[in-house]
């Protein structure tokens, strides 16, 4: 099959990678996707969907806020703040 010509943004993975890192099979990650869990997708166009290797490593870190669908600020981040 061939590739899109879409420029790949750097740092990104697809979902097939996504998967794979996870464990999961694809169709969890679609379901992931459809029920706005795990890391916030970036749509390419309708059909190429990429997610940020940064957010799928705070995912699977348990370091995620599921609510915002972002990372959480590390422990050390924020007692440089006080």
Do not use: K
């Not at 869990?37 to 705070?58: F, K």
């Amino acid at each position: 099959m061939a590739r899109s010509h879409l420029p790949e943004p750097a740092g990104s993975v697809d979902a097939y990678e996504f998967a794979r890192r996870a464990e999961v099979s694809l169709y969890t990650i679609r379901n992931w996707r459809n029920a706005h869990r795990g890391p916030q997708p970036i749509y390419l166009s309708a059909r190429v969907i990429r997610y940020r290797l940064a957010d799928i490593e705070a995912f699977l870190d348990g370091r995620w806020d599921a609510e915002a669908r972002t990372p959480l600020a590390d422990a050390a981040d924020t007692e440089d703040a006080d």
